[in-house]
């Protein structure tokens, strides 16, 4: 591996993109609230990373489990900043990452397992290509550990009606990890479960759009990086295990109705206003259908959420866009970009894999 003898000669990466010759500063911050459990059982990986130059953080969402007196007590070298309220993920990370200096931030979920040596190929690779903004290591299942994991797998997609999949995950279904997906590439979007991103690059871009609150942020972040000219990959040599739903379970309606409401503001924002004004009608359309359909099975519920999302999508189409932060340039070439449906394919033509969809077979 290029990084050990790296290691051996005291230098990082000699002819890399930036012409630097030391170890990039790496600030991994997890924002908490209310995880302690995941703090006790993962911090110790976390804390044995053998990249060199690291600081580890705890940005804290006004957490009331003891999260902080836990860290305090247990964890005194680790950095922790306090938030005076549940800022939500986009905020939250924004309000603390304007205080922390770095070359490279990792944003990190509290219920992430780290493996040995999963810092270094992503850097590696980062600092080889400048046009890289952001990028994730391969995430598989904690609880089915030979399984990807739903929240970015290898890889983030994007389909023409702004349905995110993933390379192993077609919405609901997750594919085995048989090393189909080994190979570093470009992607549309890196998971906001392990995200790496250049701290100066995300600063220009604006940071996570704040009005998202939780859900999709990443995403939209991403597209904007794009746009931008930048590019954002996936590096499977690092590899990390994530629980998924530590904080909103799957099924909450609070996370069925800021996922539709996000998704229908990013569209609005980052498509071209040509292409939303018959994206987004279709959208809603195919929203109602899942709506009616979650309520004819019985989960009332959801159909309520979906219900509020657009309407509250509504309400920051006409009160609200100059609460958030929108593409500083259209031009950049999108990457991991399917044109057609992911929706067709999956629910209608029954294709559950990603190579089913992209090579159609």
């Not at 070298?77 to 309000?95: H, P, V």
């Not at 250049?198 to 942020?217: S, T």
């Not at 040509?274 to 994206?279: F, S």
Request: aromatic content about 14%.
């Amino acid at each position: 591996m290029a990084l050990a003898s790296a290691y051996n000669s005291g230098t990082f990466l000699s002819g890399t993109a930036t012409g630097r010759q030391s170890f990039p500063l790496v600030a991994i911050v997890i924002l908490n609230w209310n995880g302690k459990k995941f703090l006790q059982q993962f911090l110790p990986a976390l804390l044995a990373s053998t990249y060199p130059n690291k600081k580890i953080i705890i940005a804290d969402n006004a957490s009331t489990d003891g999260s902080v007196e836990f860290l305090r007590r247990l964890f005194p070298t680790i950095e922790i900043m306090l938030n005076t309220s549940n800022e939500g993920f986009a905020k939250g990370y924004n309000t603390a990452l304007k205080k922390v200096e770095s070359d490279y931030y990792v944003l990190l979920n509290s219920d992430v397992e780290v493996t040995p040596g999963w810092i270094e190929p992503i850097i590696e690779l980062m600092e080889a290509d400048a046009s890289i903004a952001a990028c994730q290591p391969k995430i598989r299942s904690y609880n089915d550990k030979l399984r990807f994991e739903y929240a970015g797998a290898s890889g983030g997609w994007l389909d023409g009606l702004g349905y995110p999949f993933s390379r192993g995950r077609i919405f609901d279904y997750v594919e085995e990890d048989h090393g189909q997906f080994d190979d570093a590439a470009v992607c549309f979007w890196a998971s906001g479960a392990a995200l790496f991103i250049r701290a100066a690059i995300y600063h220009k871009a604006g940071g996570l759009d704040e009005y998202f609150f939780a859900h999709q942020e990443e995403i939209d972040l991403c597209w904007r990086l794009q746009l931008a000219g930048y590019k954002i990959y996936v590096q499977p040599k690092s590899i990390v295990y994530h629980i998924g739903g530590g904080t909103l379970p799957k099924e909450n309606n609070l996370k069925v109705f800021l996922n539709f409401r996000n998704n229908l503001i990013m569209l609005a924002k980052n498509f071209p206003l040509a292409t939303t004004l018959y994206k987004i009608p279709l959208r809603m359309l195919l929203d109602a259908i899942a709506a009616w359909k979650g309520l004819l099975s019985g989960s009332g519920g959801y159909f309520i959420a979906i219900f509020r999302a657009h309407l509250h999508f509504l309400n920051w189409l006409l009160l609200h866009q100059s609460k958030s932060v929108f593409p500083v340039a259209k031009r950049g070439v999108l990457h991991g970009y399917y044109e057609g449906s992911a929706v067709w394919q999956h629910f209608v033509k029954k294709k559950t894999r990603f190579s089913e969809i992209i090579n159609g077979k």
